[in-house]
């Protein structure tokens, strides 16, 4: 079946420093992932995507790999801020075009 | 910036009890659905909604739920008799488009069932 995991429930960083968030997925079908930002109280926010196609795709500080051969996608956030605190979850499109979500990484940014 | 807006913020209701939480999705979006996050969990899927209908819904949602686009602007999920497991937060989303790659979040309804 689908599912969308993730190697760490928590990560610490000191600020400034960069953070890797992993993910692993199952369906080697799956082109299309999102990492979503969900801060306390609030709902998941859309960070970056990246399609299937592609290996690499960078945004304002943050970057997404996807490595198609182990299934493997991670985010790179570079000088990671207080303000990045929250859980990171990556999620993949279902072939009708819904979310699957993974567990979810907390990243906590001590000063 | 347009938002998903979600009331109640938190709701406590007894067990057995019905439930309606209210979305209130972006205007000119056509794609709206729920979904749920138990706590210390994932997100996960409930329903989508499109045209007046249901497209997709998860084995979660069964019986005790529905969805409703009363009028022109809110989105509704009502579950008919809670039970304790029904305690979690629900996210509405909406879309313009039918790709996920889209989907806005609102805040989120907390759900307490006692």
């Known amino acids: 079946g689908e599912s969308v995991g993730l190697h760490l429930p928590t990560l610490s960083v000191q600020e400034g420093d960069n953070s890797i968030i992993n993910c692993a997925y199952s369906?080697?079908?799956?082109?299309?992932f999102i990492w979503y930002k969900q801060e306390s109280g609030k709902g998941p926010q859309f960070i970056i995507d990246?399609?299937?196609?592609?290996d690499k795709r960078q945004g304002q500080r943050v970057t997404v790999l996807l490595n198609k051969t182990v299934k493997h996608l991670s985010l790179q956030i570079a000088a990671t801020q207080p303000g990045d605190s929250a859980v990171y979850f990556c999620?993949?499109?279902?072939?009708?075009?819904?979310?699957?979500f993974g567990q979810g990484t907390t990243l906590q940014v001590k000063p | 910036e347009p938002e998903v807006t979600q009331t109640p913020s938190h709701q406590v209701t007894q067990m057995g009890q019905e439930v309606i939480l209210r979305c209130v999705p972006i205007?000119?979006?056509?794609?709206f659905y729920w979904y749920r996050q138990i706590l210390g969990q994932k997100v996960e899927f409930l329903v989508s909604?499109?045209?007046?209908?249901?497209?997709?819904k998860s084995e979660i949602f069964d019986d005790q739920f529905s969805v409703e686009r009363p009028d022109g602007s809110n989105f509704t999920l009502k579950i008919r008799s809670t039970k304790l497991e029904d305690s979690a937060m629900y996210f509405c989303?909406?879309?313009?488009?039918?790709?996920?790659?889209?989907?806005?979040f609102g805040a989120g309804s907390r759900l307490t069932v006692l």
């Open positions: 989303a909406s879309s313009r488009d039918s790709g996920a790659n889209v989907l806005t």
């Open positions: 369906n080697s079908a799956s082109d299309y």
């Open positions: 990246i399609r299937s196609n592609m």
């Open positions: 999620a993949e499109i279902s072939n009708t075009g819904k979310l699957i």
């Open positions: 205007s000119n979006h056509l794609y």
């Open positions: 909604f499109y045209n007046n209908e249901i497209s997709e």
